[in-house]
């Protein structure tokens, strides 16, 4: 009588263990299908479905012993008209440029959350950032906002005091500004509803994002769709 009883035991392990396995063709974890991470150990996707999305996932992920792991995710929204190719972009478009980005500061109407390495500019009445494309300041931070910089082609920081609360400067058209491609793309609080062209999340997740962060450890951010030209496996 022991014999069958084993066997069942044995095909009732078997069959948990199947239950229990991830399928084979479960892909790995969002950085290993990058093109690139940006070499650093902490990285932060923003992943929408289509180019036409205005909503998507943030996902920000770090390296333990040796591999990737999320460190948390949110809900994310995207520019009013969706995501365009960062290295044709237009200014002006309302579109969140895709691509892998550096992360140079973080800036705020409110303080730093408690933990935050990163640095972090406080906004003034001063605070200001050039969109002006014949400024010399064009894609800048400038405080005060000099006179070759219009007022009417610069954000006033300080105006926006939900989306602005908290926030990182994302790189793009940053080191080597293009006249023309934009300026100002940053990661924000969220506001009403779509974006101007930046990514934004719920405030609790943004000032867990700060206080995550940490400089030495090389932070980027990858932009893009699930799938086809823009996808952001392919940057």
């Known amino acids: ?15 948990t263990g199947s239950l229990g396995a991830a ?21 932060i996707t923003a992943e929408a479905p289509d180019p036409a999305s205005t909503t998507g996932t943030v996902t920000w992920w770090e390296r333990r012993g040796g591999r990737w792991a ?64 014949a400024s010399r300041a064009y894609n800048r931070w400038v405080e005060p906002r000099p006179d070759h910089c219009r007022a009417d082609e610069a954000e006033h920081l300080v105006a926006y005091g939900t989306q602005y609360a908290r926030a990182l400067v994302i790189g793009f058209n940053y080191d080597r500004p293009v006249r023309g491609r934009g300026a100002g793309i940053f990661l924000h609080v969220n506001g009403r509803g779509a974006t101007a062209g930046c990514v934004s999340v719920p405030a ?3 000032a867990e994002i700060l206080a995550w962060v940490r400089p030495e450890r090389r932070p980027h951010i990858a932009v893009g769709t699930s799938s086809g030209p823009t996808a952001i496996t392919r940057y």
Not at 1 to 15: D, F, G, K, Q, S
Not at 23 to 43: I, K, M, N, V
Not at 101 to 112: H, K, R, S, V
């Open 204 to 206: 609790d997740a943004m």
């Open 1 to 15: 009588m022991r014999r069958p009883l084993l066997t069942l035991a044995v095909l009732l392990t078997l069959a």
């Open 70 to 133: 999320e460190a948390g995710s949110a809900p994310a929204r995207f520019g009013a008209n969706g995501l365009a190719e960062g290295a044709t972009r237009e200014q002006g478009t309302s579109t969140t440029p895709t691509g892998l980005y550096d992360l140079p500061y973080a800036f705020g109407i409110e303080d730093a959350p408690a933990g935050t390495r990163y640095p972090y500019r406080k906004v003034t009445e001063d605070s200001w950032w050039c969109q002006d494309n």
């Open 23 to 43: 399928p084979a063709d479960t892909p790995p974890p969002l950085p290993y299908r990058l093109a690139d991470t940006g070499g650093g150990s902490q990285l």
